[in-house]
């Protein structure tokens, strides 16, 4: 069947309307109806019902349309596969971040790729993880680094973990509550900070803590802008929750300080590489990932 005639096919179901459907695809309704007539006469069947308020899919058009989609989906990944196979310049890179991620990865990984292709351009885009899902499905991004726990579970996602790594409470070195152990009860007292969590870490975050039904998480501030957060933790009474790995330069300097809190357990944070699975990367994208991959286990 003629790829023509199935795009027209699903721009008519989509709009309800053959008039719709024509400036939608930049043709005058005769020849739309034409090219309509034409598939169903290949089909051996009527694929649409017409009537005085639009057009309506029959049974068999509803299947043929299905098919459709997914036959127009493989045939633009095809000619998208076969441009970059043809790519030989290094090209440019779009890449999305948690707030997280970015604080750990992505110094590392633009110094690397800037050493290493010069040329390369590079775009990033440090957001929470359900924005960047979007950009990523809308393909406005490469692929996204996110922590793993937020990941759906789709079988248009292709997901890589990364190595995992502890997360803690850090604060400013002289913090009052240095002084000794640290419970559950003042730790939800006290001016907690951190990045802007999905609903699912909120919730996860709650039961670490132990909150009582109805309980919100205390936290004071929420930004994903991650150097901002170490700074306001380094001039006050603040407590940072955050992955040890994104204050290790603050630590060895002994800015900050883990916060010793017996009874939360352990904390353990890992972060994903997601990327469409119908989608080959461009050659500039797949040696982005190379390096996140290689920073990730430094």
């Given at each position: 069947?003629?790829?023509?005639?199935l795009?027209?096919?699903?721009?008519?179901?989509?709009?309800?309307?053959?008039?719709?459907?024509a400036?939608r695809?930049?043709?005058?309704?005769?020849?739309?109806?034409?090219?309509?007539?034409?598939?169903?006469y290949?089909?051996g069947?009527?694929?649409?019902d017409r009537?005085?308020?639009?057009?309506?899919?029959?049974?068999?058009?509803r299947?043929?349309?299905?098919?459709a989609?997914?036959i127009l989906f493989?045939?633009?990944?095809?000619a998208r596969?076969?441009?970059l196979?043809?790519?030989?310049?290094?090209g440019s890179?779009?890449?999305?971040?948690?707030?997280?991620?970015?604080?750990i990865?992505l110094?590392?990984?633009?110094?690397q790729?800037?050493q290493?292709?010069?040329?390369?351009?590079?775009?990033?885009e440090?957001?929470?993880?359900g924005?960047l899902?979007?950009?990523?499905?809308?393909e406005?991004?490469?692929?996204?680094?996110?922590e793993?726990s937020?990941?759906?579970?789709?079988?248009?996602l292709?997901?890589v973990?990364l190595?995992?790594?502890?997360?803690?409470v850090?604060?400013?070195a002289g913090?009052p509550?240095?002084?000794?152990?640290?419970s559950?009860?003042?730790?939800?007292?006290?001016?907690?900070?951190?990045?802007?969590?999905?609903?699912?870490?909120?919730?996860?975050?709650?039961?670490?803590?132990?909150?009582?039904?109805?309980?919100?998480?205390?936290?004071?501030v929420?930004?994903?802008?991650?150097?901002?957060?170490t700074?306001l933790?380094?001039?006050?009474d603040a407590?940072?929750?955050?992955?040890?790995?994104?204050?290790?330069?603050?630590?060895?300097?002994g800015?900050l300080?883990s916060?010793?809190?017996?009874e939360?357990?352990?904390?353990p944070m890992?972060f994903a590489?997601?990327?469409l699975?119908?989608?080959?990367l461009?050659?500039?994208?797949?040696?982005a990932?190379?390096v996140?991959?290689?920073?990730?286990?430094?």
């Open positions: 069947m003629n790829l023509k005639r795009e027209h096919l699903v721009a008519v179901a989509e709009e309800g309307s053959l008039a719709a459907a400036r695809v930049h043709l005058s309704q005769p020849a739309l109806t034409r090219s309509i007539q034409a598939l169903e290949e089909a069947a009527v694929l649409f009537g005085a308020r639009g057009v309506t899919l029959t049974t068999v058009g299947m043929v349309t299905e098919r989609r997914r493989e045939s633009g990944c095809l596969d076969l441009a196979v043809r790519q030989h310049e290094i890179v779009q890449i999305g971040l948690g707030a997280f991620p970015a604080a990865l110094p590392e990984l633009l110094c790729l800037h290493q292709w010069p040329k390369l351009r590079i775009a990033t440090v957001s929470h993880p924005a899902l979007d950009a990523l499905r809308a406005q991004v490469d692929f996204v680094v996110i793993q937020t990941v759906p579970t789709a079988a248009e292709e997901v973990r190595p995992a790594g502890p997360g803690g850090f604060v400013r913090h509550m240095l002084a000794g152990p640290v559950l009860g003042t730790l939800r007292e006290a001016a907690l900070v951190s990045v802007v969590f999905p609903p699912e870490t909120h919730e996860r975050l709650r039961k670490l803590l132990r909150c009582k039904p109805g309980e919100e998480l205390p936290f004071q929420e930004s994903n802008d991650f150097r901002a957060l700074h933790v380094r001039q006050a407590l940072l929750l955050a992955p040890a790995r994104a204050v290790r330069d603050e630590v060895e300097s800015q300080v916060l010793d809190v017996p939360l357990p352990a904390v890992q590489v997601v990327r699975a119908q989608r080959t461009s050659p500039a994208a797949e040696r990932v190379a996140i991959e290689a920073v990730a286990r430094m």
